[in-house]
């Protein structure tokens, strides 16, 4: 009973501050934000937070290893549901898509600065973990006998983060499901047989 209440008690403390963290990157500059200003934010000593963080970076990397989970628990559900390889590949990319609109005064506010250039290779290095291993699951490995593994990694990855800072960057005007369902087509079909 003890262990659950200070697991209660640590995610709470958790969430505070990633609550806090974000509410400030909105406000300003994610480099000069420091942990003092977190943890007045969050209403948190300096101890508590150290006790969790190493850093403010630290606390950034937390919050994107949540995103991480998360697209590999989709991906997870994708292939495990019935139909052919096509219609469950790439199972990360709608909830990065949802992820990402829910997220776009973060996104804006992170867009130009050194956080936003760390938070989005972070995030490129995330998809990238997620194609290779959805790759070392693919039953049919024609395709990756000629083409090395690496080039489709970062082809896919490529196009994703190009596809979701132009949708993004337009206003995310289109629904997570539709611009999902381009994408989806554009990278199992390809271009030409997209436009047949």
Known sequence: MAKKQIDRRVARTRTMLQQAHLSLILRKDYESIT???????????????YAHYTGKDDLRGSGLENLRNQLRERQREAWAAPGDVRGRSLGFSLAMFEHARDHLDLY???????GGVVALGTI?????DIIRNELAATPDRTALDVIPREIVVQYVVGAFMAVMSWWLDGGAKESPQRIDAMFRRLATEGI???YA
Not at 108 to 114: F, H, I, K, N, P
Request: aromatic share 4%; glycine share 10%.
């Open 35 to 49: 942990v003092d200003e977190i943890c007045e934010a969050a209403n948190i000593g300096r101890s508590t937070f």
């Open 108 to 114: 804006r506010a992170l867009v130009g600065g050194r």
């Open 124 to 128: 490129r290095q995330i998809l990238s």
């Open 192 to 194: 030409l047989r997209s």
